[in-house]
């Protein structure tokens, strides 16, 4: 089945630690984004990557980094520089925006906490 | 700046009691408004796009209405199943368009047996 995969479910992180959360696609997009959901917020964006080799900062990427030097993979890591990364992490992806406007497709999200 | 509000934050329906959920947005020029479905402790789940005002998309007992303003998400004879928070995005033309979708905070629907 065709899909996105994320990857811990659950992690914690110690003060001063980086932690680095796991995103793979199977779909052949293009194009993949890291959103934050905290609780009665909508959803914002961290970093997006529209092609290998590419990426931008979103709306709120302090503390945050990406790499995408593969099409189907786009990690994410929180550094030490994240004071509040308490949070549900969101994958998605979608086709190439030159395209269409198509929908953008979610992974199931790692919740992470600090310890 | 694109903005989004959905209201009410939480609804409670008895099951077959028909509502809607409300999606106001303000974008300076709207690409798309996008609604997702989201179980507890899941990731969104796609259900509709709406490109112009007037266009209206239809899925089981969901059915997606747009204006220049407003998208409705109307749920006709709600069973438990359909209980799950409803989220709605806009995406914008802009000088990038990356395809940066800006999200409302959701309504939480909660439906009784």
């Known amino acids: 089945d065709g899909g996105i995969t994320q990857s811990p479910k659950y992690l914690f992180r110690k003060e001063g630690q980086n932690v680095t959360l796991s995103c793979e696609q199977n779909?052949?997009?293009?194009?993949m984004y890291w959103y934050r959901q905290d609780p009665g917020q909508g959803l914002r964006l961290i970093y997006y990557?529209?092609?290998?080799?590419?990426?931008q900062k979103g709306d709120i990427a302090e503390g945050y980094s990406v790499s995408r030097e593969k099409k189907e993979s786009f990690p994410l890591t929180v550094t030490s520089a994240q004071k509040n990364p308490t949070a549900f992490y969101l994958c998605a992806s979608s086709m190439d925006r030159r395209v269409s406007n198509q929908p953008q497709h979610f992974g199931d999200g790692t919740r992470l906490s600090i310890l | 700046e694109d903005q989004v509000t959905q209201s009410p934050e939480a609804l409670r329906l008895q099951e077959g009691e028909s509502s809607s959920l409300n999606c106001s947005y303000t974008v300076s020029g709207l690409r798309g408004l996008f609604w997702y479905r989201q179980d507890p402790g899941k990731g969104p789940e796609f259900l509709f796009t709406?490109?112009?005002a007037g266009e209206e998309k239809e899925k089981e007992r969901l059915k997606a209405t747009l204006t220049k303003k407003e998208s409705f998400l109307h749920i006709t004879a709600p069973k438990p199943e359909d209980s799950a928070t409803y989220l709605c995005?806009?995406?914008?033309?802009?000088?990038?368009?990356?395809?940066?979708?800006?999200f409302g905070q959701g309504t939480i629907l909660t439906v009784h047996p």
């Open positions: 709406l490109y112009s």
């Open positions: 779909l052949n997009h293009d194009a």
């Open positions: 990557s529209q092609i290998v080799n590419d990426f």
């Open positions: 995005a806009v995406q914008a033309y802009g000088g990038t368009s990356y395809g940066k979708l800006t």
